[in-house]
Structures are given as structure tokens and as C-alpha cells.
T-cell receptor, first 117, second 116 residues
Framework: NAGVMQNPRHLVRRRGQEARLRCSPMKGHSHVYWYRQLPEEGLKFMVYLQKENIIDESGMPKERFSAEFPKEGPSILRIQQVVRGDSAAYFC???????????????FGAGSRLTVL | QKEVEQNSGPLSVPEGAIASLNCTYSDRGSQSFFWYRQYSGKSPELIMSIYSNGDKEDGRFTAQLNKASQYVSLLIRDSQPSDSATYLCAYFKGPAGGTSYGKLTFGQGTILTVHP
């Protein structure tokens, strides 16, 4: 009974490179959320998605960041031309779909920790 | 005004005492409230959800919700050193009961330390 799976757990990139973070939701969950946590800060919402559809991306920076959740495969958070300020823990969470009990109860993955040198 | 504000920490209590964590929120449309616990370097895990005014108890944890005052709290009785963590308050703006989806908005967290 695998939970929310994220990889890589740790990622080091140099300024200007691209970072790709992957997330597979829990079995039976159709919604994926991405949150960012800077050191000593709370969780900041970035985006949430259904399969092939972005529901709310109000927390995503306008440039360099994008997210997708294709029909097949994991959700991907992509950060282009990374800068030092992108260094953070990126958490993915999933939940059941609309009408399902617990639809707004998020289960989190272990997180991907990005370090930009 | 922040959407969710938690009492500033860190909070330190002796083992066996009651730890009280507080949270206020600004959106009166909020209907569902959650407390998550996050150990250092780990991911958040759900402790409690509460949808109705009043108290909800689960073991040593009691969540209290007062929608008129836009206030939600978490009490931890008989605090243990293993309770030392950051506690995150979160809310969901949508129908209560948890069948509608949407984003959770989190507070900045309160660090709790329980010392032996």
C-alpha cells in the first residue's frame, strides 16, 4: 500500500540548470498538489492538478515554473533556470476526487529537497 | 492580514503537561480545518480534522473550533517528548464534511518542544 511517492529525494543543481521533480499519488487518488517549504517557514501552495488538467495554479511563480499531470505517469514539477532562491523542500500531496470521503484530506509524500549551488 | 496565523513559538512545555496551540483564520467561508504535525526533516502528517463548532477528541489530542471567532486550537494532553515537532494549522474553503476538493492553506507553524 504505497503512499505518495516522490523522487528524487535530494537534488542538487547549479544556477541556470533545470530541476524536475516527480510525484506519484496514492493508489485511488486522482488529485495532486504541490507545496514549497522554505527553511523555517510554512507550506506554501503552488499548484493542484487532476489528470491532464491544472485546477489551480495561483501559487505558481509566473516564470520558470510549470507543472503537469499526464494521463500516464507521475506528476512533474519543472523549474527552469534555477536560482539559489529556489532551494527548498518541495512536497507533493494527493487526495481522492470530488465526492469521495476525505476529498480535502491531503496525504503528503516525503518531499524532494532541492539545493541550488 | 495573513490568511492563517498561528501563535508564535517556539512553545516549550514539560513532559506530562498540556500543550495548547492556537490558530486564527481570516476567511469566514472556511469550513474545514486540519492540524498537521511535521517532524524536523520529514513530511507533514495529519493529526486531526474538524468541521463543526465545538470539540473533537482523539486520544490525547483535542481540536476546538469556534467559527464565530474564527479560531481553532489543538490541545495535547500528557505531552510526551515524542510530541516535539512543528504543528501546522490548515483550512479548506469549501463545503464541510470533506467531499469537495480544493487547496489547503497552511499557517506558518508552531514549534513545540516537550522537555523531560
Amino acid at each position: 500500500n504505497a503512499g505518495v511517492m516522490q523522487n528524487p529525494r535530494h537534488l542538487v543543481r547549479r544556477r541556470g540548470q533545470e530541476a524536475r521533480l516527480r510525484c506519484s499519488p496514492m493508489k485511488g487518488h486522482s488529485h495532486v498538489y504541490w507545496y514549497r517549504q522554505l527553511p523555517e517557514e510554512g507550506l506554501k501552495f503552488m499548484v493542484y492538478l487532476q489528470k491532464e488538467n491544472i485546477i489551480d495554479e495561483s501559487g505558481m511563480p509566473k516564470e520558470r515554473f510549470s507543472a503537469e499531470f499526464p494521463k500516464e505517469g507521475p506528476s512533474i514539477l519543472r523549474i527552469q533556470q534555477v536560482v539559489r532562491g529556489d532551494s527548498a523542500a518541495y512536497f507533493c500531496a494527493s487526495s481522492p476526487g470530488q465526492g469521495m470521503t476525505g476529498a480535502n484530506v491531503l496525504t503528503f509524500g516525503a518531499g524532494s529537497r532541492l539545493t541550488v549551488l | 492580514q495573513k490568511e492563517v496565523e498561528q501563535n508564535s513559538g517556539p512553545l516549550s512545555v514539560p513532559e506530562g503537561a498540556i500543550a495548547s496551540l492556537n490558530c486564527t483564520y481570516s476567511d469566514r467561508g472556511s469550513q474545514s480545518f486540519f492540524w498537521y504535525r511535521q517532524y524536523s526533516g520529514k513530511s507533514p502528517e495529519l493529526i486531526m480534522s474538524i468541521y463543526s463548532n465545538g470539540d473533537k477528541e482523539d486520544g490525547r489530542f483535542t481540536a476546538q473550533l469556534n467559527k464565530a471567532s474564527q479560531y481553532v486550537s489543538l490541545l495535547i494532553r500528557d505531552s510526551q517528548p515524542s510530541d516535539s515537532a512543528t504543528y501546522l494549522c490548515a483550512y479548506f474553503k469549501g463545503p464541510a464534511g470533506g467531499t469537495s476538493y480544493g487547496k489547503l492553506t497552511f499557517g506558518q507553524g508552531t514549534i513545540l518542544t516537550v522537555h523531560p
